[in-house]
């Protein structure tokens, strides 16, 4: 099962959003057919399933069937009915990921101040990547690298006034092409809270930001590994890191990139809450194998892959996160610590239109946005009432 490379394409992307298929394949379906066969694969190989993906396909594959359960619709005017069934609210279905992004967007939002937003990106070498996958515990070190940096550099740079910086941080564990990939993105006000003023903030020292993200998150991975086995192995690994990365690891941040923050927060949002593989992509499928395209990150070409189905399946179920783990978390004056010039500041989204913008994720108001239809009126142009609600099985 060797992965092929088909061919690389110049930046057509709408050439292949719009590419001509015999079928529209879909996550759900996909899984359906293969996922018994790709668990008998592993089996035979002693591969180990965690039981969070375990947990997590079996809701996506059962979301929106009556398994889930339902509600009953009727309407009053010609007793025409319409079967509503349940989402499965899991952490790796498309559907209700959708609905996932945009409620945390409105949530975010919410919570931002009304200022220009930097969108830095930390990442680290391919060399360490591995660690994470093997102890998914260490996840929350990168947080903490990246929190630290930040904070640190604040720190240093107003030890006086004590300006308090604002950001919102968002692990990836993916690139383009789905692979195995931990980075994270990052959302920071360009302004900074003291006791009792604030400063504008539009500069960032990149190259000391990338040797002390470096320094902060090799030392911190230490710690963990100094009383381990393969502690010997981890210091080779952290010698390499220094003698290649001399300069430090690799941190991004374009300015005005986005044109609004919304834009930001959606784009470091796409991929929370549901897989990393958008099922447009999908061009064919046919004897056990995919064929699929992505853009890849450089040179924004387009690359055309050919992997088994079980390549593929394997690829995707190593982002499902654990439970209760958080791949969004808040600090300075985003954290749930409030801060006095925080609570007076303007926000992007108004309090009093918070409630407005949160109803606009309801099943009711996605499905007429989406599909320009009420999924409640009837064929007679009369509004279906709630009749009774079937619980899902157990």
């Not at 998914?136 to 940096?149: D, H, N, P, Y």
Request: hydrophobic share 35%; with cysteine; glycine share 4%.
């Amino acid at each position: 099962m060797k992965n092929t490379i088909i061919d690389v394409f110049n930046n057509e992307v709408e050439l292949f959003k719009s590419y001509p298929k015999k079928f529209h394949w879909n996550l759900n379906d996909i899984f359906n057919d293969y996922w018994d066969n790709f668990l008998d694969y592993a089996n035979s190989r002693n591969l180990t399933i965690r039981p969070v993906v375990l947990s997590e396909v079996n809701k996506m594959m059962k979301c929106k069937t009556k398994a889930m359960g339902y509600s009953i619709y009727e309407c009053p005017n010609c007793n025409n009915t319409l079967c509503s069934y349940n989402t499965c609210k899991g952490r790796f279905c498309n559907s209700c990921g959708v609905k996932y992004a945009k409620h945390r967007t409105t949530h975010i939002m919410s919570k931002l101040v009304d200022c220009k937003h930097r969108h830095i990106v930390f990442t680290m070498p391919d060399i360490l990547w591995p660690l994470f996958q093997k102890d998914r515990s260490l996840l929350g070190l990168v947080f903490e690298a990246v929190a630290t940096t930040l904070n640190s550099w604040f720190k240093d740079s107003f030890k006086k006034l004590k300006y308090k910086p604002g950001f919102i941080l968002v692990l990836h564990t993916f690139g383009r092409d789905d692979k195995w990939n931990v980075h994270i993105h990052c959302l920071i006000a360009e302004r900074a809270l003291g006791i009792n003023s604030e400063r504008k903030v539009d500069f960032f020292p990149f190259n000391m930001l990338k040797k002390r993200f470096r320094t902060i998150l090799l030392n911190l991975l230490d710690n963990k590994f100094k009383y381990k086995s393969d502690y010997d192995k981890f210091r080779t690994i952290k010698s390499k890191c220094y003698s290649s990365y001399d300069n430090g690891f690799y941190v991004r941040a374009k300015k005005n990139e986005f044109s609004n923050s919304k834009q930001s927060i959606e784009y470091v949002l796409r991929y929370c809450g549901r897989p990393c593989f958008a099922s447009y992509r999908i061009i064919d499928i046919k004897d056990n194998y995919i064929l699929f395209w992505y853009q890849r990150h450089g040179d924004e070409k387009i690359v055309v892959e050919k992997i088994h189905i079980f390549e593929f399946i394997g690829r995707l179920i190593k982002h499902i996160p654990e439970k209760q783990f958080k791949m969004i978390r808040y600090y300075g004056f985003y954290s749930s610590k409030s801060h006095p010039l925080y609570e007076m500041a303007k926000k992007l989204i108004d309090k009093t239109k918070v409630a407005f913008y949160k109803s606009l994720t309801k099943w009711r108001n996605l499905m007429m946005m989406s599909f320009k239809k009420d999924p409640l009126k009837c064929s007679c142009g009369t509004i279906m009432k709630f009749q009774y609600r079937v619980p899902r099985l157990e």
